[in-house]
Antibody
Framework: ELQLLESGGDLVHPGGSLRLSCAAS????????MSWVRQAPGKGLEWVST????????YYADSVKGRFTISRDNPKSTLYLQMNSLRAEDTAIYYC???????WGQGTLVTVSS | DIQMTQSPYSLSASVGDRVTITCRAS??????LNWYQQKPGKAPKLLIY???SLQSGVPSRFSGSGSGTDFTLTISSLQPEDFATYYC?????????FGQGTKLEIK
């Protein structure tokens, strides 16, 4: 069974850093581009970042460009999101999803607050 | 970035009603459009991909249409489990923007 499991969400102070992980199983992880999508409390979905299947190409929303870094470890079937210089407006549930959008993790909550 | 605009923002309907949600792209995206359903506390669920293809396991009362800049999601006969929030997403550009969502509520 295909599964995506996020972890790493936490309460962090403004300006702080956090690394999210998304462990994949049940499919050939290295064959698919992967994305992070977030949802602020009571708000809609916001695409954050996408990485190609090889990891060689990355894309970012303007709201996180220069602060967040997406990466992947294909042998470990794991996707990452390194988040630096965090702001209150980054508070959200962060989901990982596969290229086709047909599989999503359960989400991990990031709270940025002093 | 390609902007996606959904309408209406919210919608009240009754079980058995036929409902249509629209999504407009700020530029042509061919048929590179997905529709998702999201229920409170849950991850989004893919309903329709490539504008009109029904995802496996999704009931046939859901359908999608459109190309270019204008798209629609139709639910032919609302069921109690269909009350949720619906999002469109363009996959034409690798910056995969979403619409703002349409909340479907029980009348």
């Amino acid at each position: 069974e295909l599964q995506l499991l996020e972890s790493g969400g936490d309460l962090v102070h403004p300006g702080g850093s956090l690394r999210l992980s998304c462990a994949a199983s049940g499919f050939t992880f290295s064959s698919y581009a992967m994305s992070w999508v977030r949802q602020a409390p009571g708000k809609g979905l916001e695409w954050v970042s996408t990485i190609s299947n090889s990891g060689g190409t990355t894309y970012y929303a303007d709201s996180v460009k220069g602060r967040f870094t997406i990466s992947r470890d294909n042998p470990k079937s794991t996707l990452y999101l390194q988040m630096n210089s965090l702001r209150a407006e980054d508070t959200a549930i962060y989901y990982c999803a596969n290229q086709n959008g047909d599989y999503w993790g359960q989400g991990t909550l990031v709270t940025v607050s002093s | 970035d390609i902007q996606m605009t959904q309408s209406p923002y919210s919608l009240s309907a009754s079980v058995g009603d036929r409902v249509t949600i629209t999504c407009r792209a700020s530029q042509s995206i061919s048929t590179y459009l997905n529709w998702y359903q999201q229920k409170p506390g849950k991850a989004p669920k893919l309903l329709i991909y490539a504008a009109s293809s029904l995802q496996s396991g999704v009931p046939s009362r859901f359908s999608g249409s459109g190309s270019g800049t204008d798209f629609t999601l139709t639910i032919s006969s609302l069921q109690p489990e269909d009350f949720a929030t619906y999002y469109c997403q363009q996959t034409y550009s690798t910056r995969y923007t979403f619409g703002q969502g349409t909340k479907l509520e029980i009348k």
